[in-house]
């Protein structure tokens, strides 16, 4: 596992660097000028060129991207435009709650959506299943903006018991968890339910049924640790969905995290920190990636990586 491990730490590397070649090309398209925004829109001519030449903006294209690179590799992230702080300490900030948001939103819509994707396969083409699956077509359908929203104005705001904006106490994560975990929690479901169902249909299950294991044995030990297979895929892909697309319930709850941050950069034009979190986030999805294959081999040791 070691050697796969390593491999695949390596296999990241080209990665990274095609991204951020992406990345580096995509900011340079955005319309405006760096300098002009750096140094103030009232600033005069003198500071615009001052700012400019602190920032390498006359150096070649290939040299500002190799000197951009490099300080990403050595940790520095560079300046944001709007308080002159280093990027670094700005995303270090918003990293926390983000994080904490997602593990909530996570937490309970695992739980919740591997329980319903279960009983629904259990209980297949009855009321309950129907029933099941009909709330999570709804989730699934419902814009996680407009869930927030009603959340804000008919629980949050007639009963006063949560925040509507911020970060103040625990109990303000709740209410922006909930948005954030319910099309994820939607997902899971029917994709439990799926897969529950395919590994139930195949011949070593129907011969433990043959045998004579209680029904209870069989599904727990024979479908469900099968089936977790691809529900673990899913969950990281979920899992990386949630950190690095908490944007928009970021946004309508105030949160201080790395998408309110991003959606702020992108207002004021601050491209240092929009290079730094596009980056972060796909390297969430790549680590996460391997954690999941990593995953596999535990959940089922007749796995081998190579």
């Known amino acids: 596992m070691l050697t796969y491990f390593i491999r695949r730490i390596l296999e990241m590397i080209p990665v990274l660097l095609v991204v951020s070649l992406l990345v580096f090309g995509f900011i340079k398209l955005l319309p405006g000028d760096p300098a002009r925004i750096y140094a103030g829109q009232d600033a005069p001519v003198e500071a615009v060129e001052s700012a400019r030449q602190l920032l390498g903006l006359n150096d070649p294209l290939p040299a500002q991207y190799w000197h951009w690179l490099d300080g990403m590799i050595h940790g520095d992230l560079g300046t944001t435009y709007r308080t002159r702080q280093p990027v670094l300490s700005v995303i270090e900030s918003g990293f926390m709650p983000t994080l904490l948001l997602a593990l909530a939103g996570f937490a309970w819509s695992v739980v919740l959506g591997l329980v319903i994707g279960v009983v ?100 727990w030990k024979h479908i469900m640790r099968n089936a977790l297979i691809p529900i673990i895929t899913m969950l990281g892909l979920q899992f990386g969905f949630l950190l690095g697309g908490s944007i928009i319930v970021e946004s309508v709850f105030s949160w201080p995290g790395l998408g309110w941050l991003l959606i702020e950069s992108i207002k004021t034009q601050d491209q240092p920190v929009i290079q730094a979190l596009v980056m972060l986030f796909v390297f969430e999805f790549i680590l996460i990636n391997l954690l999941v294959d990593l995953l596999y081999a535990v959940v089922n040791p007749a796995i081998r990586l190579r």
């Open 120 to 219: 629904s396969a259990l209980k297949r083409g009855k009321w309950q299943d129907w029933t099941l699956m009909s709330m999570a077509v709804g989730g699934i359908s419902m814009p996680p903006f407009w869930l927030g929203l009603l959340l804000i104005q008919f629980v949050a705001m007639p009963f006063g018991i949560f925040a509507v904006s911020g970060f103040n106490s625990p109990a303000d994560i709740i209410l922006p968890a909930i948005t954030l975990g319910s099309s994820v929690a939607a997902v899971m479901a029917r994709f439990t339910r799926s897969a529950f169902l395919d590994v139930a249909q195949e011949d070593y299950v129907r011969t433990a049924n043959a045998k004579g294991l209680r029904a209870r044995r069989v599904t």
